[in-house]
């Protein structure tokens, strides 16, 4: 059977998502619903994705157009391309995830000067027809016939001046007629060709337009940062025409979301325009009324619209985002979607759901993503201080949050100086989809114009990034660079905050605060629900009792890694540089006695804060050389003082030291276990500080639970070693403290060895935990401290990794060596306790693997671990299907 | 059925080695086919185990040995601890391999005064009589009753001045009399107790003893010498005395080997003394007679000893070392075991006892050890000089040979005076790559620091040039230009020698012999035969004409590895410096273009001494800051330069090149594939000269076989972006060349990520060469550069790790990822064609894993080829079991 390329709304429905697009299969579910839709039909991303591939419609495709146009025909009762009944549909994208303004539509195709006759007499007005038409050939033309857009908008100035209008609205027939002709004109002076007058040869172009504009530098950008695959492709929607600027009053198009999507409060929430087409609302041109007016304007369709969102609610079981137009009275929807929304109006919706009874908890867990845990708990202003600064100017609240930076004006220049590290601001009258790349390179972005629902503001909640929109306080120079409110003028570089969650702005840098966990009570709520679901533990790694303590209070189950290190910095690098430096053993072992006295001090603190859970402790673990000054400048510095005739003995006896402990490639040098077995003074005295601690710990009543874990290991045999003189001593702890703590004994594996070798290793170690840092640097052949500078990064945008390794766990390469390290090593010991501990402990791709390979917990940062908890839900969830948490046409949402 | 501890010599054969020791079995052997051994039996080695695992004899054991001892008073006639009739046994100790002199022997057990009296009258000779007693009680309480031996050989000191004796054979039987009796008051004194009289208490002492020197320190050194376990055990061989030391003309004793051991001529060669026991001959208290003599002083015990030698040798087919004592006439063989040798003999012998008909070539192949041929194959000391001549300092033996020249400090001057014709030592602290010059012009290396696989180390073994490395002995003075050894001076331009065989020095000018391949034909016979049974072929190393004609020469089938970096070095250094360091392209382009016309011809000269065999080329694999002076020269320059007011913008230039491409770890930096990647001018370059060589290799009539190498890939990514570069290059060059050559693309396998993705990898590659030391660096997470000076050579020694892994392929962890990646690779392509081209090449024990494990080839440097050769049959003998070579108790001999 031939491959079917086009179906009507009442042939397809939610699921086939992939087939028709996101608004194609939400108009067929809507139809099937019962739902006002105008009729209409759908060319489906295969057929986009044939035409990418040959440069023309697949065979039977146009044909197929063509019987569905016939049948719209007969629906509406009207004829395409019959001047004296005409049909006018609309051409619309629609991929499988929404990209908002980066694919083209077309309004009004079909439409001809005779038909424009017709429609006038029809509606009795011909100011309307006129208009109709000049927003087909001015769309027309920059879409399908690549005429720059300033040009049109030149034309319509000189023609609302010639008759003294001072909007659009006051524009007469006449006027709009008159552009029509002139933007015929410019049409044929740009292409050579007449204005295509054949309805379906528009037909044809504009069903080619959007299938190209699949492939366009901005969608193309978008696809990039989001991670969406280049080959979906994009639908093609036919849809009849309905008009909402009919100037009859009872007339108007809006857009609408069923909940708030800035606080999640249940209230329908968006704006409508009287007399307008869909694309007057969106472009910010003329500022829309709050929607709730309806009520009083045309109250049958606002009941009607009420209506609808409740029947929508339910159906989709989730907030939608969707547009109508009301023609003459009659509600008419236009798209219904998923509604995009703050993180924290997520979970405020998502918990709401539940209690409403709507969805389940798992749905709840599954709708919010890592990234919005991450957004709730970042930094915002101090309430204090806000409360005592005057705003400079006031603006939506269209994206939370608080961000601080330097202003500039232009995407370009944003995007640069982000790139030199400075915090930036973008300042626009009004963002376009051209605009995304200095969005994304900006910390907050503030527009003089627009609504809560302009591009800015919807591209903003999308990136979790502040916005303020529709801030009409300001006036912007774009030329000399500076915006003005009043007397206050803010040039370029200037420093400014904007309190996205209030819509204000604030002259200068504002002081933020970290929000509070505790405080946040849905957000509490879904993250118990993530932690019935998961089965992965969330660790945290931390190197002292404030840390440990903070990592307990977002959820930790233990602690993951202590880097004892840590512990010889500051002001006791001095200590341990004296042990280095040393000759004398008296003098080396006075410098660890006292190292061994502060060590104690830290880990009681520690077992103190983890009081009833486990606490992994990471004996020494880099080179030596690393507490000395680099090499190459006391090189300098004694080569400097020969010169000058100076006593340089000492500088030269620090230098004797670092060349006798310099290594080619540091990282697989002398450290971890190596230094242990070559040293063990150093590791003598780190388990006599654990062990007396854990002891001292244990007679003041906490319930501790010390591991002691070695860095490193290679073979079984220095493991063999180490641990036969660390038992001695814990023994020797223990009987001289006269108090028996229970205490775990492994080791990291982030050594290729380490993991090959598994088997063998879980013979002697309790316990595993994977050091994937240096785990992918051995595997992988990649020195991090070097790459990024040298190659990694343009590997990562040229596309010759996926990933970036050291970000997301390379599940094919050193996933592999994991996979493997964890069956081996259950082989030997079934009740191996296997933990991460590397960065990647706080990724959510990489804490999905974890699951899957079956580790015990994930360590990571104290501040990732409401992040990581979701995370291991959504592993769980994803294990078992997201398909079985019963939503309409579900898909993955936080996988790319 | 209870264990059975002891086994009479007709109980055993050779076959039962590991059970009774190598002296045991052979005597047993013997017994069994006849040949005259005193009667006998063997405490086995399990006995041995059980005593020093409890401490005690096992249950039975003393039983089994008084039922033994019951026995032998049966076959001789005579009777344990009966002084009327005594009988007199040795015990004698003897593991599974030989361990000469390392473990205790006692002889004339079960005398007393009582039966002293007995044997002086029955031989009439009662001087004879106490000599046997005294020299029990020496020996006895050496052994057994720790007593110092220095005290025995006082006491006969002072006995022989009494009596104005001037040699143990002028005392008198009262004079050895005093001995024993003063030797038996000496043993009181120490231990506190008599000397033990009963016959039964000095067995079983004795063989506590036997059992206790196994522990020995002298026996533990040997054995951690030679890698034997420490859980073998010895056995202890209780036989029946038989005397050489009856003073009646025809008694005697020897020792001889059935061929001669140096030279291997077919002749009888050994050594006698007439009225002597044994250990007066391997003492060497006396200076023994050439063992022809006795065919005059003892006819028909010469007769029976030929005779002897003759059926050990077409029974053993083997070359003995047999230790024989002749009784009043009579023959009596107390040993017989395979002869240790020299190379030059082994090989000689193997060859003629093929022409024999004794052995077959493959027993021939396998009785030459690697070593062996290493041994022949490298120029040496005369050794009568060496004898003569006090070594000026001891370093390591890093490459083996015989180097005379004069000494120089740098490579640069070494260089320089190579091409004026001098021998020249090329003396440093360390080499670096930048050193190669003028390690290429050496004749041998000299380095203060390193160790057996520092960079002089490795590239001296590939180069076959002799190197003492580590020879911490040397203060080398670089500015001054002198070494010191305490007070020896050694200047620039001195003559000094190297013993690369044995890590000495010598100052002058020591004589040296070169042996030739082609002139040895008995070693050219085995390799002929070697070359039968391997599977493997051997490819090697060569980076230019001369190399790879010589590689040819020793039988290599092809080139593993030709590194392009070197074509980099020495002139041509200036010229890559001026591609790295150029801005503009065209400068860099035209230092390509030189480049490319001499990499062109390197290509070609290889690709003419190759005709019809395959090489593999490697594109440049290191990073560009080894082609940079070093960078912390380069700041101390600077600064020195800024302090004194001179101008240093060209140094400041370099300085910031050089930190631009310095590296934290370069190891795992931007080299190999990345660095093709990054600049792909560098790789098109050599893409281009290797092609174009080709082609005009092939017009002039050679059959070429071109396969490129990609170094360091990672991910099949980087593999499939360069394939694209480089396969237009080929194509356009053959094009323009008019010539098609058939060439292959493959990649080395150094990564452990891509032996992990091999599968995938191979989609691509149409060959894997394990680069070894890479992968073992990366799997083991050891920088071999830092390792080995800083903790590696102590792991090896402290057993931690069982051997070196850049020595020899770590099976458990670097060569599971070798198994994997040839599994897989082969999976996806059967065919692909598979090899290692790291050191590991040229290593027996790696050969013997590489073969298991399905590789095409090894490649190793020229002067391997044939210990690779060799190995590689070794390996396919041992696969197929050593047993069915047929001789008799084989043992894998080259393995341990």
């Known amino acids: 059977m031939a491959q079917k390329w086009v179906y009507a709304f009442e042939e397809g429905d939610a699921t086939m998502r992939n087939l028709l697009g996101g608004k194609g299969c939400n108009l067929a579910e809507m139809t099937r619903i019962g739902l006002p839709v105008p009729p209409g039909f759908t060319v489906t991303t295969e057929a986009c994705i044939a035409y990418m591939n040959t440069g023309k419609f697949p065979e039977g495709m146009w044909e197929e157009v063509l019987a569905h146009v016939d049948a719209l025909n007969k629906k509406t009762g009207k004829e395409f391309a019959n001047d004296a009944n005409p049909l006018l549909v609309s051409i619309r994208s629609g991929a499988r995830e929404s990209m908002p303004g980066m694919m083209d539509t077309i309004l009004n195709v079909g439409l001809t000067p005779g038909a424009v006759e017709t ?22 033309s920059k879409v399908v016939l690549d005429v720059p857009g300033e040009e049109f908008e030149e034309i319509i100035d000189e023609e609302r001046a010639r008759i003294g209008a001072e909007s659009d609205a006051q524009m007469t027939a006449e006027g709009w007629r008159r552009c029509a002709d002139r933007f015929m004109k410019l049409a044929e002076k740009h292409t050579g060709k007449p204005f295509p007058q054949d309805p379906y040869k528009q037909l044809e172009l504009g069903i080619e337009a959007v299938f190209k504009s699949w492939n366009g530098k901005r969608a193309v950008d978008y696809r990039n940062h989001y991670g969406y695959p280049h080959t979906w492709g994009t639908a093609a929607n036919i849809v009849t025409m309905v008009y909402g600027n009919i100037a009859d009053g009872v007339s108007g198009t809006g857009v609408a979301f069923t909940r708030n999507p800035a606080t999640g409060e249940k209230k329908f929430y968006g704006e409508y325009l009287l007399n307008a087409q869909g694309e007057d609302v969106v472009s910010g041109a003329r500022t829309p009324t709050e929607v709730s007016g309806l009520a009083k304007e045309i109250p049958q369709a606002w009941d009607d619209l009420m ?68 957004q709730m708990l970042h930094p915002r202003f101090d309430e204090e201080v806000l409360k005592k600064t005057t705003p400079l100017a006031k603006g939506l609240n269209a994206s939370p949050g608080a961000a601080v930076g330097k202003v500039y004006f232009d995407a370009d220049t944003a995007e640069a100086k982000s790139k030199e590290g400075e915090p930036v601001i973008l300042v626009r009258p009004l963002t376009e989809p051209s605009d995304v790349h200095g969005m994304l390179a900006a910390k907050g972005i503030l527009t003089a114009e627009g609504g809560a629902t302009s591009h800015a503001a919807v591209v903003a909640r999308q990136l979790g990034k502040p916005c303020v929109a529709g801030c009409a306080d300001i006036k912007i120079n774009l030329e000399k660079k500076f915006f003005s409110v009043n007397q206050t003028v803010v040039k370029e570089g200037d420093y400014i905050s904007l309190n996205g969650a209030k819509g204000t702005v604030y ?23 993530a932690d019935e679901i998961r089965r992965l533990m969330v660790w945290a790694n931390a190197d002292d009792e404030q840390q440990a303590a903070r990592a307990r209070s977002y959820g930790a189950q233990g602690i993951g890694l202590c880097r004892t290190e840590h512990m010889f910095l500051g002001e006791r690098t001095q200590l341990f540089q004296n042990y280095i430096l040393a000759a004398d053993p008296d003098t080396k072992q006075k ?135 660390l038992e001695d001593e814990a023994r020797k702890v223990m009987a001289a403290k006269g108090v028996a703590v229970d205490y775990k004994f492994g080791t990291m594996i982030e050594i290729p060895r380490a993991a090959i070798t598994a088997r063998e290793i879980a013979g002697l170690a309790q316990f595993f935990s994977f050091g994937t840092n240096d785990l992918t640097q051995m595997t ?37 060596l994991m996979k493997m ?34 580790l015990n917990y994930v360590s990571c940062s104290p501040f990732r671990v409401p992040v990581a908890r979701l995370a291991a839900a959504h592993a769980a969830l994803r294990e078992k299907g997201w398909e079985r948490l019963g939503e309409l046409g579900v898909r993955d949402p936080h996988r790319k």
């Open 591 to 725: 410098a660890l006695d006292k190292l061994a006295e502060l060590q104690h001090d830290d880990f009681y603190g520690i077992f103190r804060a983890m009081d009833g859970l486990p606490v992994i402790i990471r004996l020494i673990d880099p080179p030596l050389h690393e507490f000395l000054p680099a090499r190459d400048e006391l090189k300098v510095d004694v080569a400097l003082g020969h010169e000058r005739g100076e006593d340089v003995s000492e500088k030269e006896f620090l230098l004797h030291k670092a060349e006798e402990l310099a290594e080619f490639n540091p990282m697989l040098g002398l450290r971890g276990i190596r230094l242990g077995i070559m040293m063990p003074d150093v590791t003598l005295m780190q388990v006599h500080a654990i062990i007396s601690a854990a002891c001292d710990a244990a007679k003041d009543g906490y319930d501790v639970h010390p591991e002691i874990m070695i860095p490193l290991t290679a073979h079984i045999n220095e493991l063999k070693l180490l641990q036969t003189v």
């Open 780 to 816: 992988y052949g990649i020195s991090r401290d070097d790459a990024e500078r040298h190659f990694l990064l343009q590997y990562v945008e040229k596309g010759i990794l996926p990933k970036n390794p050291f970000q997301t766990i390379d599940r094919d390469g050193v996933g592999a």
């Open 119 to 140: 429609m006038g007499k029809k509606f009795n007005d011909m100011r309307f027809a006129w208009d109709l038409y000049r927003r087909l050939i001015q769309m027309y």
């Open 307 to 374: 209506e609808v969102a409740r029947i929508l609610e339910e159906h989709y079981r989730e907030t939608q985002d969707i547009e109508f137009t009301i023609e003459s009275g009659k509600l008419w929807m236009l798209q219904t979607r998923s509604g995009k929304r703050t993180a924290a109006s997520a979970v405020k919706i998502a918990v709401d759901m539940v209690d409403e009874g709507l969805i389940t908890p798992a749905e709840a867990v599954a709708r919010i993503s890592p990234d919005m845990i991450d």
């Open 821 to 854: 390290a964890v069956a081996d090593g259950r082989a030997t010991r079934p009740d191996l306790e296997v933990g991460i501990c590397g960065e990647h402990g706080g990724d959510p791709d990489s804490i999905d693997f974890c699951h899957l390979i079956g």
């Open 507 to 529: 002259v200068g840098q504002l002081p933020v605060v970290a929000p509070k966990l505790e405080e946040q009570t849905e957000l509490l709520k879904i993250l118990g629900w």
